[in-house]
């Protein structure tokens, strides 16, 4: 079945430095979506990406997605105390009725 | 924003008990989902209900679960004999449209279950 690695594991910087995850499903995917969870909380949507190629931005939040659409990344710049959290990608398959398999996600803890 | 809601936030039950947990998806909404994230574990899926049936499930969604729609807003997730290891978190899900591009998902904020 299809899988989706995510690296790193754990992240931890020093606020105003950059972090980047990356993302790499073993299928090509109909797109690629980005959630963040808070300690304790629920997955919240932060973007899709349905494109080859494509490159989102949110602020200071910048999301690419491979040609092959089978990879991604999420490159947060100028980290700040309130990006704390795990960041998770999720990859929509072509033949499924919206399951999304998720990757292990990073988990990024900012210093002050 | 209209949301998706899950009752109750905790549950903790006795190992063999019939648990159901519930969820109100957005209401004009037509997909539905349950997943679930064991702690410190990514999220994982475990089925899909779209037309008042299941359209996928997966492997972890044995005879023990079943999921209704039993009056048109509210889903739910029944475990018939828990276990400890169905101790989750539980994520109801839906969106309105087949979710490719521009549909998003929308996560209620979970049902946290406890099997002792």
């Known amino acids: 079945g299809q899988q989706v690695m995510q690296i790193p594991q754990y992240q931890h910087v020093q606020e105003g430095e950059d972090f980047t995850t990356y993302c790499n499903s073993s299928t090509t995917l109909s797109n690629i979506q980005w959630y963040k969870q808070r300690p304790g909380g629920h997955p919240v949507f932060l973007i899709q990406?349905?494109?080859?190629?494509e490159v989102k931005k949110q602020k200071r939040l910048t999301f690419q997605f491979g040609e092959a659409k089978k990879n991604s990344s999420l490159h947060i710049t100028a980290t700040q105390t309130t990006d704390v959290g795990t960041y998770f990608c999720?990859?929509?398959?072509?033949?499924?009725?919206?399951?999304?398999?998720f990757g292990q996600g990073t988990i990024l803890t900012v210093h002050p | 924003e209209p949301e998706v809601t899950q009752t109750p936030s905790h549950q903790v039950t006795q190992m063999g008990q019939e648990v159901i947990l519930r969820c109100v998806p957005i209401?004009?909404?037509?997909?539905f989902y349950w997943y679930r994230q064991i702690l410190g574990q990514k999220v994982e899926f475990l089925v899909s209900?779209?037309?008042?049936?299941?359209?996928?499930k997966s492997e972890i969604f044995d005879d023990q679960f079943s999921v209704e729609r039993p009056d048109g807003s509210n889903f739910t997730l029944k475990i018939r004999s828990t276990k400890l290891e169905d101790s989750a978190m539980y994520f109801c899900a839906s969106t309105i449209r087949y979710p490719d591009a521009g549909n998003t998902i929308y996560f209620g904020e979970g049902s946290w279950l406890t099997v002792v």
């Open positions: 999720a990859g929509l398959g072509g033949t499924s009725y919206g399951k999304l398999t």
């Open positions: 990406l349905v494109k080859s190629g």
């Open positions: 209900f779209y037309n008042n049936e299941i359209s996928e």
């Open positions: 209401s004009n909404h037509l997909y």
